[in-house]
């Protein structure tokens, strides 16, 4: 019996002894760590997959469907969403469970509702018209319904007639044309025009009289022009004003609309693969490089993506000199101490102050004080007008360069700490001075380190949105900071940024349902511009590091 328990006795201290040693080596929280980060991993690719899934598939044409309801109603719309409705009682038990379908029927400004829940209890039959047309449109979103007449230069076609369709397209083309005509003068020659001649009125305010004149003059010839502008809008509204279509809903509701308010016409349920393939690269390329419409909910988001690019850029430029001059005063000329090993510990510590807290410093001390400064030295013949002393791209770069600063002395540091020391004694022993080991040798060697510093402060400093909203992002920027007058960069216009715009269409929009699309396509183009500008600081990273393989990177 003795025998036969001895054994296992051994085996169960054997085990317990394993276990200790296991614990005691760390290997459960290896295993854990490993298991916490293929969860967050796994996490991060499930959200990937659904911004990915949900941004692609906004832009495909989908096909109209018409619903004939039990109560005699009759509604055309696109399926987006199907749900099983529970209602219960007031002890929450479940009475009755629902299958229904949110179709959204746009003509908002028809019917006051583009998106509606229907029970599909209620529908009596469901059918695939193949002349309903989808419609979108410069205002008041998408219009699906039937065309019932257009109107061409005084003269009336109805849908039923010979050439409908072409004459249709055509007037289509004819009306893009009329309206970028417009849009150009309203807002590029308009603009440029009430540009000279503020700059003018500010120049009156400080000029002697002969020069008054001469400004005078300059200001008549201005007016004059802006006379002529006015003039060609004019006759291009009332040439507008000829072309109409008339569409009627599922409903019976009949619109009228100029030519040179529709965006694109479309027949979904004629369109095959390649038609709807055309179609949705038309939309990928609206998106990308059109201006936004309909409160952001809809149109394209160039000057958000150009306005992301350009301060991030701005504040690269900005927080990489001085986060390199920092780190390399701290580890190559400091004396190494108590008062440097603070200010590193207080370096480090910047990093986890909360953005809001830098976004109201740059208030304060950038747009407040020095910005009003700017303005009494530089300008002050605009006050109480400011220039400078409001919310601008300049301030805002600056901000997220405070905010992001502690990223690039910390990697600049190990940077400059990575550099072999037989290369600073080699240049040394040749005769360089320190400056010139260090310009020639190790900020060369230590290049591909900074650059990684830069591209954790680009990946942070781009999607950081508290900061902005209060140092110069808007809704909607009229101009952008960068154009062809003189002197080019406007650095005190306010901006538009991809993640004020996420925030602002997904919170901000009074019709939730239109503007979650957007949200998703936004997000998903968020991310690709990030990955852009930092995969671009990669392979200059990396063409440096081959270049410099002896700095031990």
């Keep these: 019996m003795n025998l036969d328990k001895k054994p296992k006795r051994s085996l169960v201290m054997e085990e317990g002894i394993s276990v200790r040693r296991m614990v005691k080596l760390g290997e459960p929280f290896i295993w854990l760590a490993g298991a916490a980060s293929a969860l967050v991993l796994f996490m991060i690719l499930l959200l990937l997959a659904i911004v990915v899934f949900e941004g692609t598939s906004f832009f495909w044409p989908r096909d109209v469907q018409k619903f004939s309801l039990k109560d005699g109603s009759v509604m055309a719309g696109v399926i987006r969403d199907r749900e099983r409705y529970e209602e219960k009682d007031d002890n929450g038990k479940v009475l009755s469970v629902t299958p229904r379908i949110q179709l959204m029927t746009a003509n908002r400004d028809l019917t006051s509702k583009d998106f509606v829940w229907v029970d599909e209890s209620d529908v009596v039959k469901r059918e695939r018209p193949a002349d ?5 449109r410069r205002e008041w979103g998408p219009l699906i319904g039937w065309a019932s007449s257009l109107e061409a230069e005084g003269q009336a076609y109805a849908a039923d007639s010979a050439g409908f369709d072409r004459r249709l397209q055509k007037g289509i083309k004819e009306g893009a044309k009329r309206w970028k005509a417009l849009h150009h003068l309203e807002n590029e020659e308009v603009g440029r025009i009430n540009f000279e001649i503020e700059r003018i009125r500010l120049k009156l305010r400080q000029a002697s009289a002969e020069e008054k004149s001469a400004l005078d003059a300059e200001t008549a010839l201005w007016q004059s022009r802006y006379t002529t502008v006015t003039g060609q809008i004019q006759a291009l509204r009332s040439e507008d004003e000829r072309f109409k279509v008339t569409f009627k809903s599922a409903e019976g509701a009949e619109k009228t609309l100029a030519f040179s308010q529709l965006v694109r016409v479309l027949e979904p349920n004629r369109m095959g693969f390649f038609g709807k393939a055309g179609a949705y690269l038309s939309r990928v390329v609206e998106f990308i490089f059109g201006e936004p419409r309909e409160s952001n909910t809809e149109g394209g ?8 690019v350009m301060m991030t850029l701005l504040m690269s430029l900005l927080v990489v000199p001085f986060g390199v001059v920092a780190a390399l005063y701290l580890r190559e000329y400091a004396k ?6 603070v200010v590193r510990i207080a370096v480090n510590n910047l990093a986890g102050v909360p953005s809001i807290v830098f976004g109201v410093f740059g208030l304060g001390f950038f747009v407040y004080g020095l910005g009003s400064s700017i303005d009494r ?8 007008t400011p220039t400078y002393g409001t919310g601008g791209i300049l301030w805002a770069s600056l901000t997220l360069a405070l905010l992001t600063v502690p990223v690039v002395v910390v990697a600049t540091e190990e940077a400059l700490a990575f550099v072999p020391k037989g290369l600073r004694d080699g240049s040394l022993a040749c005769g360089a001075t320190k400056w010139q080991t260090i310009r020639h040798v190790v900020l060369p060697s230590a290049a591909p380190g900074i650059l990684t510093g830069m591209i954790l402060a680009m990946a942070r400093g781009a999607g950081e949105v508290a900061p902005l909203m209060i140092t110069g992002v808007v809704k909607l920027a009229p101009n952008l900071p960068f154009d062809t007058r003189f002197p080019f960069m406007h650095l005190d ?3 538009m940024h991809l993640g004020f715009h996420i925030y602002d269409v997904g919170f901000q929009s009074p019709n939730v349902e239109a503007a979650m699309p957007m949200v998703y396509t936004t997000t998903l183009l968020l991310i690709a511009v990030v990955v852009g500008l930092n995969l671009a600081a990669m392979v200059i990273r990396n063409r440096l590091r081959n270049r410099y393989r002896t700095s031990g990177f």
């Design 132 to 136: 309903v047309l989808y419609v979108e």
């Design 301 to 308: 988001v160039f000057p958000a993506i150009f306005g992301t």
């Design 336 to 341: 190494q101490g108590p008062l440097v090993s």
């Design 377 to 384: 030295i530089f300008f002050a013949e605009a006050l109480p």
């Design 493 to 495: 216009r306010k901006f």
